[in-house]
């Protein structure tokens, strides 16, 4: 016989024990492939994600010093009459100055020496009006990685899985 023929008569016939060893070995290589870069990525998502953490703690930690620093800034010695008398020569200069509404040198003192009032004389100072939409945006960022580590979680758990069947 040829060789034409044998081959011919090979292909008629059942897959030979070999040959489907053969097959299943080379799948179960493509399976693992495929696995080996699954995991890659996931575990590339996952050290993006841990490093977008550590730079969101970094900015919390940054905006907390910031407003300590502030307040530690805005510990100073309180107004006295004498100081804004020596400073300011009307009551309406220094009202205006402060913009704040007073009467008289004591009504102004005691609103500048508030607990809540700043320099200004108004409640919130520009850096804490403007630490709110950061801390939001930070906020909104956590609750992103949050869901990226969720979705890292249900992959890992489905490769675990499929590595066990």
Same mark, same amino acid.
């Given at each position: ?37 699954? =995991? ?34 805005? =510990?100073?010695?309180?107004? =006295? ?13 220094? =009202? ?70």
């Amino acid at each position: 016989m040829s060789d034409d023929s044998t081959a011919l008569i090979r292909s008629h016939q059942k897959p030979r024990l070999s040959d489907r060893i053969r097959s299943i070995a080379s799948q179960l290589r493509e399976e693992s492939d495929l696995q080996i870069k699954a =995991t890659s990525r996931i575990l590339g998502a996952a050290a993006q994600i841990a490093q977008n953490h550590d730079r969101l703690i970094e900015e919390v930690v940054e905006v907390v010093e910031e407003d300590l620093a502030q307040a530690e800034a805005q =510990t100073v010695e309180p107004y =006295t009459e004498e100081q804004l008398k020596s400073q300011f020569k009307r009551l309406k200069d220094a =009202t205006a100055h402060f913009g704040i509404e007073a009467n008289k040198w004591a009504a102004l003192v005691d609103k500048l020496n508030a607990p809540n009032a700043s320099a200004s004389g108004k409640k919130n100072s520009p850096a804490k009006d403007s630490l709110v939409p950061r801390l939001e945006s930070i906020e909104s960022e956590i609750r992103a990685l949050r869901g990226d580590v969720d979705k890292v979680i249900d992959l890992l758990t489905l490769l675990v899985e499929m590595a066990q069947k």
